[in-house]
């Protein structure tokens, strides 16, 4: 039997990889046990998204368990043993601002959860690829030393620049810079999970991403900036910009974009490899910039405040250079722009909350 384990299930890169590994293994298990909605409250509730899965695919089998649960994960690995040959780790306390509320809470999910995981992956199945989920918050707040300039809507990185072309690299440092308290736990994930590939030879893979966007995502305040700001656009509710004049620039990759990198990593697995992942120069926008795109697509005008202090360690101009990995696998390319991407996000706030007034 072919076994994918995706954590994070119900979360939006999640529920990307359980739709789209469904026909590729014949069982899927999700594990997702609904922190999100603890983190961030009812817009960060998940379960319309489990239950979708659960009536959308047959071989797809929800697990509700804590990622730190040492004995839970371990009966799980144990029950299907070198059936298992995918664990993608997608779940995590994903917000740089909500680690500093609880910061034991944020270091034992993102960084205890990972090593409990690739534990039982050596233990029960060693062969399995393990791909993880990591960010470009692992570099802390160097980007902002970089060379910008301003322009009416953006910050830009100076064109002289050998990041102007392509994006920032995997080679930028992750030391003596600010991490917040979410990038220290994920730096801890990240540097783990390269191990177990380095050290023990183990098929991991570590992909840092930029905005990860997409329809499913249970946009809130505190995470998921493109998603919930439709949803501020749809529903009027007022929007906060923090800082930087709202020029601050973010690449955005697609969620099946994302995962249809991590499928071709599986296929052709290199061990301990990094990656950055995210929309590079093929997508990309400033705040200002999204609200307009926002405006035009759902016909409102934008309800938006500003405020001078920007969130601590928020990158003002992040674009992801996905050179090597495009390098190492070649047939991967992006397949939705910006504009689309946000046109889908719009479609799937109005569906749900059709089906909600039902
Ligand atoms: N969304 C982004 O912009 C972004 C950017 C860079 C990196 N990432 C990383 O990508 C991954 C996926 O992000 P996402 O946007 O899909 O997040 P998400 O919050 O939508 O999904 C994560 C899911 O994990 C679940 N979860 C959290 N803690 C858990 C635990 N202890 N046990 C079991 N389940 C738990 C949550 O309930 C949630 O459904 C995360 O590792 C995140 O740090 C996300």
Known sequence: MNIAIITGSA??????????????????????????????????????????????????????????????????????????????????????????????????????????????????????????????????????????????????????????????????????????????????????????????????????????????????????FLAYLMKCAISGQQYTIFGYKGKQVRDNIHSFDLVNMFWHFYQKPKPGAVYNAGGGRYANCSMLEAISVCEEISGQTMNYAYSDTNRIGDHIWYISDLSSFIADYPDWYYKYDLTTTLKQIHDGILARSIETVK
């Open 11 to 224: 979360g939006l890169i999640g529920s990307e990889a359980v739709a789209f590994f469904a026909d590729k293994f014949d069982k899927i298990i999700g594990v997702d046990n609904n922190l999100r909605q603890y983190f961030f409250g009812e817009d960060g509730d998940t379960s319309w998204n489990k239950n979708r899965l659960q009536s959308g695919y047959v071989n797809y089998e929800h697990v509700a368990i804590d990622i730190r649960d040492e004995v839970a994960v371990n009966d799980l690995f144990a029950k299907y043993g070198s059936d298992i040959k995918l664990v993608l780790h997608a779940a995590a306390q994903p917000s740089h601002d909500w680690a500093a509320r609880e910061p034991y809470t944020d270091f034992t999910v993102n960084a205890n959860g990972t090593l409990n995981l690739l534990e039982n992956t050596r233990k029960h199945c060693d062969k399995a690829v393990f791909i993880f989920t990591s960010t470009n918050k692992v570099y802390g707040d160097n980007p902002n030393f970089l060379p910008l300039i301003e322009t009416d809507t953006r910050w830009e990185i100076d064109e002289n620049h050998p990041y102007y072309k392509n994006g920032i690299d995997e080679k930028m440092s992750i030391d003596h810079t600010k991490h917040s308290l979410f990038g220290a736990s994920k730096v801890a994930a990240d540097i783990l999970v390269q191990e177990y590939g380095n050290y023990f030879g183990m098929n991991t893979g570590v992909f840092r991403g930029g905005c990860l966007t997409g329809p499913n995502h249970s946009g809130a305040q505190l995470h998921g």
